[in-house]
């Protein structure tokens, strides 16, 4: 289906502010960068899928006119006797396609329960900018029937899930091969939606699958950053990539690099999200670079570089703060095990906890950085004052990953659906039995990256071994069920470290009595 706006004009996709002046608008996400600039509170954009959906209607209406009034119908004639009702027609109700599109729609745009929109919520903007996008729609129906396969416990989908897996593929592939296909917006955005169905495989897949994507970004070139929604996707991929990076131990692809700067070019330099986007790439290089130093270059060279960007990154999440609050809640039922420590976090919406979260993540991997950097020169002979010194950034820094950790699980709730804001401001209980799919895989790298850090306990890293099982179950997220077999690891590691730690306590206690 293309859109079709008949004798209408195109409805304005500039924010509401700027539509309201008649002024220009750069359309960025999520708030506009003339609002930021003139100070103003930005009231948004319209509902790019309304808009779609509205196209569509109009479309769809004058086309059933015109075959209702078409000569195919005229024939069909009553035989005598039969009743004029007319019958069911079977050809009404949704197959399997559509109810997979429906599926994913519901969870990874509209967002289920929450207002806010869900993980992939710019499809909409891509969708009705390159008209009909069979590739897409393909790619949308694989991936909502694998994740309403799992959910709903119906394994009989995920055949048909997998046949449109391949459809997709197939689609992508011929897409690629075509000079103007392979630069549309749309094919871009079917791969990155399939790397969501790379999660029912397993990481390797996933991660080559990113990488793939990244490689489609670098052949689009410089002059794909005309659009808002290149921007995203541009985004979205650089995210991705960024924990591939960190888990396989690479450094930032040199392409993807000279790409980011050219997208830096395109957008408000004040905005949060995207000084966030650069500095993930900057620490994903510094930890390559630490893994792989034998000695060639002194510790202390690399404690500098850590710290500078320990500074550039509080200066960011300062900009965050003022761009996104949030606000600290009492879990209505404390004692509930879905709740980490009684209480969560709620967010205008789901972008911002991803922006969030990115950010956390990204610091959480500094903060690591720098504890084995602290520890490898305190391993050093050093003056007491400097050694002093040192071991307070220590504790420092492990002071900040149990902030970080307490701040990522407290995102949990409203990212998996469990809660939700309504106008009034009020909580809207919703249904624990089930995972929302686009939250699980939203949250799994963050479970992840707060259950292996050496700075949370046992209890907290059990509360987060039990999400990850969940989501891996409900949502038949294999990276979920592989990154939880790493934590459950280090979990029996960390313990054992905290046995022999009390052991030797109560050993130097002794000798002290002694």
């Known amino acids: 289906m293309s859109p079709h706006f008949g004798s209408h004009a195109k409805p304005s996709r500039n924010c509401a502010n700027c539509r309201a002046v008649k002024r220009r608008c750069d359309k960025q996400r999520p708030h506009c960068g003339q609002c930021i600039r003139t100070h103003e509170t930005c009231r948004g954009y319209r509902d790019e899928w309304d808009l779609v959906f509205r196209d569509q209607t109009n479309h769809t209406i004058k086309r ?186 690479r450094p930032f692809p040199q392409d993807m690099w000279e790409l980011q700067d050219e997208a830096m070019k395109h957008v408000d330099a004040s905005n949060a999200f995207w000084l966030m986007g650069v500095l993930a790439t900057r620490h994903v290089n510094l930890l390559w670079k630490v893994r792989e130093n034998n000695g060639e270059i002194p510790w202390t060279v690399f404690l500098e570089q850590v710290t500078t960007l320990q500074r550039d990154f509080q200066h960011v999440l300062g900009l965050l703060a003022v761009q996104e609050p949030y606000t600290s809640c009492p879990a209505a039922d404390s004692d509930s095990d879905l709740f980490h420590n009684g209480h969560f976090d ?60 307490a701040d990522m699980l407290g995102t949990v709730p409203q990212g998996l659906g469990l809660v939700s804001p309504t106008i009034t401001g009020n909580l809207l209980p919703v249904d624990c039995s089930s995972t929302n799919a686009s939250g699980g895989f939203l949250l799994t790298w963050t479970l992840y990256t707060a259950g292996q850090s050496m700075a949370v306990k046992s209890k907290t890293r059990q509360w987060v071994v039990r999400r990850l099982q969940h989501i891996g179950q409900y949502a038949g997220n294999a990276v979920a069920l592989q990154l939880l077999d790493v934590i459950v690891k280090v979990d029996k590691i960390r313990l054992k470290e905290e046995c022999d730690d009390e052991a030797k306590k109560m050993v130097d206690v002794y000798d002290l009595r002694e």
């Open 346 to 405: 709620m967010y205008q919406s789901t972008w911002a906890i991803r922006v969030w979260n990115n950010a956390r993540m990204a610091q959480m991997v500094i903060c690591n950085i720098m504890y084995y950097l602290l520890s490898k020169i305190l391993s050093t002979d050093l003056a007491p004052q400097t050694r002093a010194h040192l071991n307070l950034e220590l504790r420092e820094s492990l002071q900040l990953q149990a902030k970080l950790a």
């Open 64 to 249: 059933s006119k015109a075959k209702a009034s078409s000569p195919a119908t005229e024939g069909l004639a009553t035989s005598p006797g039969a009743s004029n009702t007319p019958q069911p027609i079977n050809a009404l109700a949704p197959n399997l396609d559509e109810i997979g599109v429906n599926y994913f729609l519901h969870n990874f745009i509209i967002g289920g329960h929450s207002p806010a929109h869900g993980y992939l919520n710019y499809i909409p903007i891509v969708y009705s900018a390159d008209g009909e996008c069979p590739t897409l729609v393909a790619s949308m129906a694989a991936v909502g029937l694998v994740a309403l396969a799992n959910s709903s416990r119906q394994p009989e989908l995920v055949r048909h899930a997998r046949t449109k897996y391949s459809e997709a593929i197939h689609r992508v592939n011929t897409a690629l091969s075509s000079p103007v296909e392979s630069l549309k917006d749309s094919t871009l955005m079917s791969v990155i939606s399939l790397g969501v169905f790379e999660h029912v495989s397993n990481l390797e897949s996933w991660a080559r699958h990113v990488r793939g994507a990244a490689a489609l970004l670098v052949a689009r070139g410089k002059s794909q950053f005309s659009s808002t929604a290149a921007l995203l996707m541009f985004n979205q991929v650089r995210t991705d990539l960024v924990f591939a990076c960190v888990h396989d131990n």
